[in-house]
C-alpha cells in the first residue's frame, strides 16, 4: 500500500512542475476565458498567449488582458483594425515651457512609432500656436492646433485638461476617431505603440508603482475629496490612457466634475487628475490595461520584465518648466 501511495506521491509532483502547469494553462480555450467576461474589444484578443509570460501578471481579476511584449501578434491587430476601418485621436497639451522643451521631439517620434499604418489626427492643445513646430507628417496623418487658456499653476493645467478633453471629443473627435489616447507631451516613442493597445476603455500601469504591494500606492487618502480612495486594483498613470470615444468622454466628464466639486469644497486632490482617474478606474474597471512597457521611466533602471520600452519619460526640469513648484 506505501508504495502505491509513493508513487502517486511522485506523479503528483511531477503533475504540478511550473512546465506542467503552464503547458495545462495554454491549453484553456481563451477565446472562452474572455468572452465568459464579455470583454473581447475585438476579435483578435482571442489570439492573446496570456501564459506565454509567466514572469509577469497578463491578466486582472476581472478578465482583462495586460498587455506586455510576446502575448499578442502585432501583424494581426494591424490587419483587424485596418479591416474595421479603425482610426486614433491623439490629444495633448504643451503649454507654456512644455512646448519648446517637449512637443517637438514627442511628434517627431510618434511618427514613427505610434498607430503606424492606421489614420492618426494630433490634437494639439497650446497657448502658443505659433510656436507649434512644422512636421513632416506620413500618409493618413494630420493635425489640428486648439488653443487653449494658460494657467498660472501647472496643477490648474493638469486638471483643466479632462473639461477640454470631454468638450474636444464630443464636439470634434467622435465625428473621425474612432479611439482616442489622451497622453502627456513630455514623453519620447521608442518602439511600437500599436494597434495592440486599443479597447473601449484603456488604462496603464504606472511605472514606479506596478511591482510595489498596494499598501504603497499613492491614492488620495483624503475622505474630503471626491478623488478618495482606501484600496484599488493598480495604480494607473495618467500619463497614458484612452478608449473609445464615447468612453474617454465618459471618463473625462466624470473626472472633471470631481475636479469641480473638491474646488467647491476647498479641496485638492494629492495628484490632481490621476488621482480621479484612478477613482474612475476603480469604480469603471478598464478593458485593456497596458504594462508599464507603454510608459517607462528610465531613471528606474534596467528590468528584466521590460523587454520592449516602447515610451520614455523625458527628463524632466521642473525648477524651469514649472516656476511655481
Not at 5 to 12: A, D, P, Y
Not at 38 to 56: A, E, H, K, P, Q
Request: hydrophobic share 40%.
Amino acid at each position: 500500500m506505501r508504495w502505491v501511495l509513493c508513487i502517486l506521491m511522485l506523479l503528483f509532483i511531477i503533475y504540478c512542475t511550473p512546465s506542467t502547469v503552464s503547458f495545462l494553462k495554454r491549453q484553456i480555450p481563451i477565446n472562452t476565458y474572455f468572452r465568459r467576461r464579455n470583454l473581447l474589444d475585438c476579435s483578435t484578443d482571442i489570439t492573446l498567449d496570456l501564459w506565454y509570460r509567466t514572469d509577469v501578471q497578463t491578466n486582472t481579476s476581472w478578465g482583462a488582458p495586460i498587455m506586455w511584449d510576446g502575448i499578442f501578434q502585432a501583424d494581426l491587430y494591424d490587419q483587424t483594425h485596418r479591416t474595421k476601418r479603425s482610426s486614433v485621436a491623439l490629444t495633448v497639451f504643451a503649454v507654456g515651457r512644455y512646448l519648446d522643451a517637449y512637443l517637438g521631439a514627442f511628434l517627431n517620434s510618434s511618427e514613427r512609432h505610434f498607430m503606424v499604418g492606421l489614420p492618426v489626427r494630433y490634437y494639439i492643445f497650446t497657448d502658443l500656436p505659433e510656436k507649434v513646430p512644422d512636421l513632416q507628417l506620413g500618409p493618413q496623418r494630420s493635425l489640428e492646433i486648439i488653443r487653449v487658456e494658460g494657467h498660472s499653476r501647472w496643477q490648474d493645467i493638469s486638471m483643466a485638461r479632462m473639461k477640454t478633453i470631454a468638450d474636444t471629443i464630443e464636439s470634434v473627435i467622435r465625428h473621425s476617431s474612432t479611439h482616442v489616447f489622451c497622453m502627456d507631451v513630455d514623453q519620447v516613442f521608442t518602439a511600437r505603440f500599436g494597434s495592440e493597445a486599443l479597447g473601449d476603455l484603456v488604462a496603464l500601469l504606472h511605472a514606479w508603482y506596478y511591482n510595489l504591494p498596494k499598501g504603497r500606492y499613492t491614492y488620495d487618502r483624503n475622505p474630503q475629496s471626491s478623488a478618495f480612495m482606501v484600496t484599488g486594483d493598480f495604480y494607473y498613470h495618467a500619463a497614458v490612457f484612452g478608449g473609445s470615444c464615447a468612453s474617454v468622454k465618459a471618463l473625462a466628464e466624470v473626472c472633471y466634475q470631481g475636479i469641480l466639486q473638491d474646488m467647491e469644497n476647498g479641496v485638492e486632490a494629492l495628484w490632481h487628475d490621476e488621482s480621479h482617474l484612478n477613482k474612475y478606474f476603480w469604480l469603471h474597471r478598464p478593458s485593456k490595461v497596458l504594462s508599464p512597457e507603454y510608459c517607462w521611466d528610465p531613471v528606474i533602471g534596467q528590468k528584466s520584465d521590460i523587454r520592449v520600452a516602447r515610451l520614455l519619460w523625458a527628463p524632466k526640469n521642473y525648477n524651469k518648466l514649472r516656476p511655481n513648484v
